[in-house]
């Protein structure tokens, strides 16, 4: 069973869960620096999938001056390609569906498909951020 879990930098503990995931995905796996992937921290409202109360997924939202950025989102490999991100997206869009802000995100290459389905869509150039392509990404309003 799912459960999510919202949160801020305050609560100690599910921070500390989110954050080894997103070190386990982002700085072990994909190789981002630290210094990049801990940034904006104390900005941000935070999100844990669990399972069976196994910690498997995280993502955040945060305001910027452009609207509201959703990031950091990552999902254990072994349970990658199961929903579980999709349902803690879905989650998320629920919560933020009456903010007048525009919802963007940074997407990596190989997640466009995926992001695309869930309604955003593309603008502008490709980039690269923390040695990683990405487009910006955009929920229509």
């Known amino acids: 069973m799912t459960k999510i879990i919202d949160f801020d930098i305050s609560d100690k503990e599910h921070y500390q869960q989110a954050l080894a995931i997103r070190e386990q995905v982002f700085i ?18 935070y999100y844990l999938l669990l399972l069976d109360e196994l910690p498997i997924a995280t993502g955040r939202w945060r305001k910027t001056s452009r609207g509201i950025k959703l990031e ?5 490999a072994q349970y990658r390609n199961k929903n579980y991100g999709s349902i803690l997206l879905q989650h998320i869009l629920q919560q933020l569906e009456s903010r007048p802000e525009e919802l963007y995100l940074h997407a990596q290459l190989k997640a ?6 869930q309604g955003f869509r593309t603008q502008g150039d490709m980039f690269t951020e923390a040695n990683i392509r990405h487009y910006l990404m955009a929920m229509p309003k």
């Open 28 to 45: 072990d796996e994909q190789q981002v620096e630290r210094k990049l992937e801990v940034e904006n921290e104390a900005a941000a409202h």
């Open 112 to 117: 466009i498909p995926y992001y695309q389905r």
């Open 72 to 76: 950091r989102f990552a999902v254990l």
